[in-house]
């Protein structure tokens, strides 16, 4: 069974930060690009940031650039989302998704696996 678990999400203030991290299971991971998204309520998904099968290559969207930061430990299956500066409208669900497409393919409809999310609210 294929499987990622999201964790690390919470209620910060403006400004604080957080550390998200992302658990695989039951594939190859270290075959896969991997992708953080997020989605408010009413609102479409988006892609926050992608890393590349080796960790080589990052990308994230504008929004966030300069305060987010994607890793990941292939040796223990896991990608994080380092978030820093805060702001309100970072609040979401995020949610960590495994491609096998390469890293140029950062939007939703490339991720064949999905967790099932993380809750951050940003909020003074």
Do not use: H
């Not at 998200?20 to 896969?32: H, I, P, T």
């Not at 669900?93 to 393919?105: H, K, L, P």
């Amino acid at each position: 069974q294929l499987q990622l678990v999201e964790s690390g999400g919470g209620l910060v203030q403006p400004g604080r930060s957080l550390r998200l991290s992302c658990a695989a299971s039951g594939f190859s991971f270290d075959y896969y690009t991997i992708g953080w998204f997020r989605q408010a309520p009413g609102k479409e998904r988006e892609g926050v940031s992608c890393i590349s099968s080796g960790g080589g290559s990052t990308n994230y969207v504008d929004s966030v650039q300069g305060r987010f930061t994607i890793s990941r430990d292939n040796a223990k299956n896991a990608v994080f989302l380092q978030m820093d500066s805060l702001k309100p409208e970072d609040t979401a669900v995020y949610y960590c998704a495994a491609s096998s497409y390469g890293i140029s393919w950062c939007k939703p409809q490339a991720f064949t696996y999905w967790g099932q999310g993380t809750q951050v609210t940003v909020s003074s």
